[in-house]
Every structure is written in C-alpha cells, then in structure tokens.
C-alpha cells in the first residue's frame, strides 16, 4: 500500500514538471509558434479568399453575352421547331443568386471559405500532433532524456507528458485559428455556445493522443531529425487532401472515397463542422467521435505500448 501512495504522487509530479517543461520549451521560441500560427492563416487568407467559387456560379459569366442568346428548341421541353432566342438580361437575373445556392447545397455553407477554414483547424491539429513526438529526438542528442531515465520519475511521465503537451498545443492553435477564421469571415452556426467549443476540444483530444503517441514511438528511437521529419512531410500531403478539408467526399472518384472514408482527419473536419458551421446533426456527430475514439484507442495503446518498450529496453 505505501509503494503505491508514494509512486501515484510521483507519476503525477513527473507528468506535471516534464510538460511545463515541454510547454516552456515550446513559448521560448516565439518564432515557432508564430510559424504554426501563420501557415494554416496564409492558407485561409489566400486559397480560401481567392477560391470565391460563389463567382463561377453567377450572372458575372453571362455578363458580356449578346442582347439575344439563340437556344435550338430540342432543348425545350417541350420540344419546338426551329431557334429559340432568350434575353440574357432575363438570364442574367435568373442566374443572380444562383452561385449561393450551388455552394449551400454542396458545401452544405453559402461561402467556401466557412468550409476551408474549418479544415484548416484540422490540419493544424494533425501538424501540431505529429511534430510532437519529433522533440524526445532532441532530448536523446541532448542527454535530457538520459538523465531523465536515471532518476526516479516513472517512464509513464515522459511518455504522458509528451502526448499531454500535444495536446494543450492543439487546443491553443486552434482556438487560435478559429478566432482569427472568425475574423476574417467565418460565418459560425446561430446555435453556437461554449458547449460547441468543449465538443471541438474533445475531438482535437482524440486525434491529438492517437496521432501523438504513435509519433512518439515513431521517433523516440530515433537519433537524427531528418527520420521523422522525412515520414511527417510524406503523410501530410496524403492526410491532408485525401479528406474533406478542402473538398466534399461524395463529389470525389469513388476510389478516393474509400481512402477518404478511413482517414482520421475526415471524420475530425466533419465533427469541427458539425460543431462551428452546420446545422447540428446528432447521430452524425456521434458517428464521428465513435470513429475518432476508435481510431485514438488503437493507435495510443500501440504507440505508448511501444514507447514504454523502447524506454524501458
């Protein structure tokens, strides 16, 4: 009974000291966190600012149109004899409205940039996860992790701290980037409170422990930086546009769609959707955490089973 009332402080006193140690690292150098800050808003303000897809759908493209359009009536219903002609300022008007429809009805949100800048929160949340586990390479160079390993501080501690301090990272970028997202235009649910932001906070929770864990076993054998960095950059670009961050899956070929429908940040970008933007489907949402928690499950017990065996070998 004593070894585990003094061994429980313990675990949580070396948990609580190694990420604020994790996190000090982490906002002693501004540069970096400005530098995750930046990207996904570069991609917002430029990609999902000059993407107004609303235009290709509007009267802008039958502006310049001859007074008289000829139509062949076969094309009539019901059909006629000979050329039709239809005033383009008649179908200019028909057309007035017609590119907000399109966009509601396939992006489920009258503007392009609501959808993409959800995805964005996304991709930050995957980034954040996966460079994670790239800092245990620095302390195995640096000896930290040696020392560590030496004192009396449960090798839980450093494996928790780090999937923790991935964590507490995700949830302050996104916040960060919802907040400048809402700036620039995001057009947020009327239904939108505090509870909306615990449900996105639970999601970026699930994704950010599977995702960071199995980075960290990834990389904690590792002795050179250039290893995870190589597999991180080779996994994002596939993570990322193979989802429905930029694009609704239904409309993607239906080869794709299986790869879609089995990659994590899909179903992560459609619950922070559910959550900011759309109109709140219950039993959609909770398919989306079910699927989310399935997947954090089974890759934090690999990922902390093989770190506790790298640490402890």
Do not use: H
Not at 9 to 23: D, H
Not at 183 to 210: D, E, H, K, Q, W
Not at 240 to 247: G, L
């Amino acid at each position: 009974m004593s070894v585990v009332g003094e061994s429980s402080p313990s675990l949580l006193r070396g948990l609580w000291a190694l990420t604020v140690r994790e996190l000090k690292k982490w906002l002693s150098d501004p540069v970096m966190v400005v530098m995750f800050v930046l990207q996904p808003l570069i991609w917002m303000g430029l990609l999902g600012k000059s993407m107004n897809i609303n235009a290709l759908f509007s009267s802008r493209g039958i502006s310049n149109m001859p007074a008289l359009i000829p139509v062949p009536g076969v094309y009539l219903v019901p059909p006629s004899q000979g050329i039709i002609y239809i005033n383009s300022t008649l179908l200019q008007q028909i057309f007035s409205n017609i590119g907000s429809e399109i966009v509601q009805n396939t992006f489920g949100v009258a503007d392009y940039f609501s959808y993409m800048a959800v995805g964005m929160i996304s991709m930050i949340v995957v980034m954040t996860s996966t460079f994670s586990g790239v800092s245990i390479v620095w302390d195995r160079r640096l000896g930290f992790l040696d020392k560590v390993l030496s004192t009396p501080v449960p090798r839980a501690s450093i494996i928790f701290s780090k999937i923790l301090n991935a964590f507490l990272r995700a949830v302050f970028q996104a916040t960060v980037i919802l907040a400048l997202a809402y700036m620039l235009g995001l057009r947020l649910n009327p239904n939108f409170t505090l509870i909306n932001m615990l449900g996105i906070y639970a999601a970026i929770f699930l994704v950010s422990v599977g995702l960071s864990s199995i980075f960290l076993a990834f990389s904690i054998r590792a002795t050179r930086m250039e290893r995870p960095m190589q597999f991180i950059n080779l996994i994002m670009m596939p993570l990322m546009f193979a989802s429905n961050t930029f694009f609704p899956v239904d409309l993607m070929p239906v080869w794709l769609q299986v790869i879609v429908r089995i990659n994590p940040l899909t179903y992560l970008t459609d619950a922070l959707r559910q959550l900011t933007i759309l109109q709140l489907d219950l039993i959609k949402l909770l398919w989306d955490f079910t699927c989310l928690a399935a997947f954090a499950t089974t890759l934090a017990v690999i990922g902390i089973v093989l770190s506790w065996r790298y640490l402890t070998a």
